[in-house]
Structure formats: structure tokens, C-alpha cells
């Protein structure tokens, strides 16, 4: 069975890097974009996940993150969560790097965490890029500046985070085995990282990607089910 497969291969790495999206973060009840549920069916990314969205309607971009945040203050991380932090706490993973800006990795332990698309948990000026909190974004407060405040999330069109994204390439090329995890591999460029590594690579998804033929292994299913099957395997 492929599950016992690979978890011999993990009960071995010790340099192993994982690659998350938000379908990591599903069964935790946070939706994912893609899906027929996922957000960007339910609204266009162009009106409030751009640059253009936060500075031409400010209204719609803060009630669309607004919700968001307050929906993220009810969710705890699962199951597959607390795997992937016991598994860096035992010496397998030496790096989570993810999509999600939920902060689920590290509220479940794991503190090797790099978040390639930013945080939601965090806040600054779009204009002065001065640090806020919370509190000041959902009620809609200026900054003193005058500036718009808003998540510290990657907007399409924005750069990456230059430290996140050269910590997990020079993790990823040097790991002996990369674990992807609840995305599509659509967003370019995190979609490229995967394949620059030397090790044996796994992919855990709800449905086919296309990337399938790429990867080593493919597991079908949702990731924490998996992950807690990978964990009765290096249990036995
Ligand atoms: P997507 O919504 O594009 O893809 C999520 C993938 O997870 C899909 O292939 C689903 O089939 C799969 N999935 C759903 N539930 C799952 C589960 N329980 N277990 C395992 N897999 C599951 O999300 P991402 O690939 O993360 O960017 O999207 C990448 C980026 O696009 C996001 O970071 C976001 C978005 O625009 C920004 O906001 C900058």
C-alpha cells in the first residue's frame, strides 16, 4: 500500500520540507479558492484579492477580509496539523513553507513556518506600510498617515516575500523529500518550487491537479485523514 510506502520514507527523513495550500486548511473549516465551495467561486479575485481592488474599492476588499478574519477567530488547527508539528518536533521536518495565511502551522506547534503569500493575523498601512493591529482594520480606522490598512497577505500582482521565498528554495533543493498538501499548483510562482528539489516527492490532494505524473507518489484523499493514516503506518 502506497500509505506504508511512504511512511517508511518519512520515519527516515530528516530533512524533509512541506509544501502547503489552503486545502491543507479545509477540515479545519476554512474554505479553499478553487473548489466548487471555494471562495473565488463565490466572488472574483480581481475585486478584492489586487492591488487595484484595495485602492478602487476599498469597501468591498475590507468587508471581503473583514469576514475572513472574523471567520479565522473561531477555527483551530486539525488533526493533520498537530502531525506535521510532532513530526518536526522528532527530527523529520526541518520546514513548513505555505500558502495559507491563517496561521494554522504554527497555532498547532510547528515553528519552522514560512508564509509565502503573507499573514492575515497581521496588519499594516497599504500607503506607509506602518504595522497595526486588528482591532484598527475590521473597524475601518486610518492610519495617521491617512493610508489604508490591510491584511500583510501577498495581493496578486505583489511580490512574494523575498526571505520566505529563499529560506524554502534553499530548503526544498537540498531536502531529501518535499510533501505538497492541499493545493492546486495553480499560483505561480510558489507552483514551481516543488520541482526543484533533488528528493522524492509526495503529493496529498482531494482531487488531481494535473501535476500528478511530476510527483513519486500521489495520494488521493483529504490531508488529514492521510496524514493520520501516513502516522498509523510509522506507528506499526
Ligand atoms: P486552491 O483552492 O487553488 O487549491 C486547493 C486544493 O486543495 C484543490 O486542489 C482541492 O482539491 C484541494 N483540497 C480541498 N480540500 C482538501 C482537503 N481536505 N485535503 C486535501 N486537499 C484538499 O488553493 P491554493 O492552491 O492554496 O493566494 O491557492 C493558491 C493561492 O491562490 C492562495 O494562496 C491564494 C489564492 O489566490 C493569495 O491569496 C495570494
Same mark, same amino acid.
Not at 522528532?90 to 519552522?112: F, P, R
Given at each position: 500500500?502506497?500509505?506504508?510506502?511512504?511512511?517508511?520514507?518519512?520515519?527516515?527523513?530528516?530533512?524533509?520540507?512541506?509544501?502547503?495550500?489552503?486545502?491543507?486548511?479545509?477540515?479545519?473549516?476554512?474554505?479553499?479558492?478553487?473548489?466548487?465551495?471555494?471562495?473565488?467561486?463565490?466572488?472574483?479575485?480581481?475585486?478584492?484579492?489586487?492591488?487595484?481592488?484595495?485602492?478602487?474599492?476599498?469597501?468591498?476588499?475590507?468587508?471581503?477580509?473583514?469576514?475572513?478574519?472574523?471567520?479565522?477567530?473561531?477555527?483551530?488547527?486539525?488533526?493533520?496539523?498537530?502531525?506535521?508539528?510532532?513530526?518536526?518536533?522528532?527530527?523529520?521536518?526541518?520546514?513548513?513553507?505555505?500558502?495559507?495565511?491563517?496561521?494554522?502551522?504554527?497555532?498547532?506547534?510547528?515553528?519552522?513556518?514560512?508564509?509565502?503569500?503573507?499573514?492575515?493575523?497581521?496588519?499594516?498601512?497599504?500607503?506607509?506600510?506602518?504595522?497595526?493591529?486588528?482591532?484598527?482594520? +475590521? !473597524?475601518?480606522? =486610518?492610519?495617521?498617515?491617512? %493610508? #489604508? $490598512?490591510?491584511?500583510?497577505?501577498?495581493?496578486?500582482?505583489?511580490?512574494?516575500?523575498?526571505?520566505?521565498?529563499?529560506?524554502?528554495?534553499?530548503?526544498?533543493?537540498?531536502?531529501?523529500?518535499?510533501?505538497?498538501?492541499?493545493?492546486?499548483?495553480?499560483?505561480?510562482? +510558489? !507552483?514551481?518550487? =516543488?520541482?526543484?528539489?533533488? %528528493? #522524492? $516527492?509526495?503529493?496529498?490532494?482531494?482531487?488531481?491537479?494535473?501535476?500528478?505524473?511530476?510527483?513519486?507518489?500521489?495520494?488521493?484523499?483529504?490531508?488529514?485523514?492521510?496524514?493520520?493514516?501516513?502516522?498509523?503506518?510509522?506507528?506499526?
Amino acid at each position: 500500500m502506497i500509505h506504508k510506502e511512504v511512511a517508511q520514507i518519512i520515519s527516515i527523513s530528516k530533512n524533509m520540507v512541506v509544501l502547503t495550500g489552503a486545502g491543507c486548511s479545509v477540515e479545519s473549516g476554512v474554505p479553499d479558492f478553487r473548489s466548487p465551495s471555494g471562495w473565488w467561486n463565490q466572488i472574483d479575485p480581481r475585486t478584492v484579492a489586487t492591488v487595484k481592488a484595495l485602492e478602487t474599492n476599498y469597501p468591498l476588499f475590507h468587508s471581503f477580509y473583514t469576514t475572513r478574519v472574523n471567520h479565522l477567530r473561531k477555527i483551530l488547527p486539525h488533526a493533520g496539523h498537530a502531525i506535521l508539528a510532532r513530526w518536526e518536533q522528532v527530527g523529520h521536518i526541518k520546514l513548513i513553507t505555505t500558502q495559507n495565511v491563517d496561521g494554522l502551522h504554527q497555532a498547532a506547534g510547528s515553528s519552522h513556518v514560512q508564509e509565502l503569500h503573507g499573514s492575515i493575523k497581521e496588519f499594516r498601512c497599504h500607503s506607509c506600510r506602518k504595522a497595526t493591529d486588528e482591532e484598527a482594520f +475590521v !473597524n475601518e480606522r =486610518p492610519c495617521q498617515c491617512g %493610508g #489604508k $490598512l490591510r491584511p500583510s497577505i501577498v495581493l496578486f500582482g505583489e511580490n512574494l516575500p523575498n526571505d520566505a521565498w529563499q529560506r524554502s528554495m534553499a530548503a526544498i533543493e537540498s531536502a531529501d523529500v518535499v510533501m505538497v498538501i492541499g493545493t492546486s499548483l495553480q499560483v505561480h510562482p +510558489v !507552483n514551481q518550487l =516543488p520541482f526543484i528539489t533533488k %528528493g #522524492k $516527492l509526495i503529493l496529498i490532494n482531494a482531487e488531481e491537479t494535473g501535476q500528478e505524473d511530476r510527483f513519486d507518489f500521489f495520494l488521493r484523499g483529504k490531508a488529514a485523514e492521510t496524514l493520520l493514516l501516513i502516522q498509523h503506518y510509522m506507528e506499526k
